[in-house]
């Protein structure tokens, strides 16, 4: 089992900055991706941002060039540094893990309980 902790989200005006962090425990042996996924009320959950173990990086287009993602493969943290953040990313935002156990085992997807980020003057 794979437990993921994000901790970060808060209040800030337009234009400003926060980083999210998002901690992987338990009995882990290769995480494959770790992400960061959002859902503003009355809409679908959206990818933010992906990054692998080899450092590679997928963005969504609204978010291109204000966040970046990265990720400390050693203490299986994964953080998102959003930058000029605006009204519109306002959302509850969920770290996502893809996590095989073994060589050969079964790739499973885990969530954490996500964190609000609200932009709002």
């Known amino acids: 089992q794979v437990q993921l902790v994000e901790s970060g989200g808060g209040l800030v005006q337009p234009g400003g900055s926060l980083r999210l962090s998002c901690a992987a425990s338990g009995r882990l042996f290769r995480i494959i991706t770790m992400g960061w996924y959002r859902q503003a009320p009355g809409k679908e959950r959206e990818l933010v941002a992906l990054?692998?173990?080899?450092?590679?990086?997928n963005y969504a287009d609204s978010v291109k060039g204000r966040f970046t993602i990265s990720r400390d493969n050693d203490k299986n943290i994964v953080y998102l540094q959003m930058n000029s953040l605006k009204p519109e990313d306002t959302a509850v935002y969920y770290c996502?893990?893809?996590?095989?156990?073994?060589?050969?085992?079964?790739?499973?997807?885990?969530w954490g309980q996500g964190t609000q980020v609200t932009v709002s003057s």
């Open positions: 990054t692998d173990s080899s450092g590679s990086t």
């Open positions: 996502h893990a893809d996590h095989s156990p073994s060589l050969s085992g079964t790739t499973r997807s885990y």
